[in-house]
């Protein structure tokens, strides 16, 4: 099938301005039989080629959701309902340059986000009541990168790449209570906090992104 793809890519020669890209991490560690290689927080890419410099951007996302009920006193409710998502975009400028015949470099600045959401009824369970609580993380950065690919024909290539994001963190917890039974004291008041912080962290090249221009 690879063969025909790029079989095909090399039959069509013409100027394509997009690209389009898919993490293959995972079919990776499952060819090598490895687990030597990293998690990706982006599983799709965007590339726009221009004069000069290229439009470069990715997105990834989580989603999960769960409910328990555990067995135990019948006058009590001791289900668990949990959901979270978290989405990761970045969109960037860049430089591409060619270092062989087949190997490129490419090198610039992103802008990250990073937004993700987390409720469990249920964090712990006191006498007559459960304390739940909702977390809200949102990511703002700058994230200067360079990467390396190389070109299977003038379409297809494979790459890899790595950043430092520097980002500034807002982080909003509210707690609240949840009555499941009898209740045997005081119940403690619901409350909200929020945090801010700063941070850096960096993503190292151990993922492979297959790209097709179209």
Request: hydrophobic share 35%; charged share 20%.
């Amino acid at each position: 099938m690879l063969f025909g793809i790029l079989t095909t890519a090399n039959a069509q020669e013409k100027d394509y301005k997009n690209e389009i890209g898919i993490d293959v991490t995972g079919l990776w560690k499952q060819v090598l039989g490895t687990q030597n290689f990293g998690e990706n927080d982006y599983y799709l890419t965007y590339r726009r080629y221009f004069d000069g410099f290229n439009l470069n951007s990715a997105v990834g996302f989580q989603y999960a959701k769960s409910f328990t009920d555990e067995t135990g006193d019948l006058n009590m409710d001791n289900s668990n309902r949990r959901q979270n998502w978290s989405i990761n975009y970045r969109i960037g400028l860049e430089k591409m340059k060619s270092i062989h015949t087949k190997f490129n470099v490419f090198y610039g600045v992103y802008y990250t986000q990073f937004l993700s959401n987390d409720y469990n009824d249920r964090v712990f369970l006191s006498d007559g009541f459960a304390t739940g609580q909702v977390v809200n993380i949102s990511k703002t950065g700058f994230a200067p990168f360079v990467g390396f690919r190389y070109q299977f024909s003038s379409r297809i290539s494979i790459e890899t790449s790595s950043f430092l994001n520097f980002y500034y963190q807002q982080t909003k917890t509210e707690q609240f209570r949840r009555f499941v039974g009898p209740i045997a004291g005081d119940v403690p008041p619901e409350f909200t906090t929020k945090n801010t912080s700063f941070g850096v962290n960096n993503k190292i090249p151990i993922f492979l992104i297959l790209t097709i221009k179209i």
